[in-house]
């Protein structure tokens, strides 16, 4: 039997690769899914039957688009201008990934009144600081896991194209270790040495990790950490009802 979802909020990020889709009822994730574009027209919504949702679009596909497979539902548009819960204190505001903003929007809402390290761990690692003041102050970008081990394969001559593995040894005693190692070792490393530099500079700070690879690594950082996948559709949900009640 279908499961209607009148006053629950819709959610939906959609991806370079990916759409994702998220249910809410108030603060909790109820439904989620993960579907690929081919599947999009075939996909069937109708027990989706929100009345309210917010669309964060970063692939090539129109938003009209993707918001006509949800008849009846009254849209948000996540945008650069759309009113949240933190300021953006970036000097380029408009060049900020539209994931990264909401990520932060996700921290705040879970961490209010706390300094915030967002990590998110995916094609790209992105770092980004939001203050106990909720003031965006912007971040850092550098290379996730599989584009590094993509990059060793596809720019040296005879490394191969590996996978993470699980037991991670700190010297390698062989190429292929040599290159897991290299690059998880190197990601702990790179997580480790932001949350020890902001917390030099910066008290009672709440560190996320987000993204992909972040159960991955959760287990792995020396640092404590909240690990939450679904950072950015929860910064999307409490965005959708900030801008509801103003």
Request: aromatic fraction near 10%.
């Amino acid at each position: 039997m279908s499961v209607l979802y009148f006053d629950m909020n819709l959610i939906i990020d959609a991806g370079n690769s990916f759409l994702k889709y998220f249910v809410f009822s108030d603060d909790t994730i109820v439904e989620h899914d993960i579907i690929s574009y081919a599947e999009l027209n075939h996909f069937d919504f109708s027990n989706l039957s929100c009345k309210k949702a917010i669309i964060c679009n970063v692939s090539k596909i129109d938003t009209q688009e993707i918001m006509s497979h949800f008849p009846g539902v009254s849209f948000l548009e996540f945008k650069h201008d759309t009113q949240t819960l933190i300021s953006n204190k970036y000097e380029t505001p408009a060049t900020l990934g539209l994931d990264r903003l909401a990520a932060a929007n996700g921290a705040e809402i879970i961490a209010p009144k706390k300094n915030k390290l967002i990590i998110d761990l995916g094609t790209a690692i992105t770092i980004d600081f939001v203050d106990k003041d909720a003031n965006y102050l912007g971040g850092n970008i550098s290379v996730g896991m599989s584009s590094r081990f993509k990059a060793l394969h596809d720019y040296t001559q005879n490394l191969p194209l590996l996978s993470p593995a699980e037991k991670i040894k700190l010297t390698g005693k062989n190429t292929i270790e040599a290159i897991q190692n290299g690059v998880i070792l190197g990601i702990c490393n790179e997580i480790d040495g932001y949350i020890k530099s902001y917390s030099s500079i910066y008290q009672d700070i709440t560190t996320f990790l987000t993204g992909g690879d972040c159960l991955f690594f959760e287990k792995r950082v020396k640092n404590s950490i909240f690990a939450q996948p679904n950072l950015v559709a929860i910064g999307l949900n409490a965005v959708l009802t900030y801008n509801e009640t103003i």
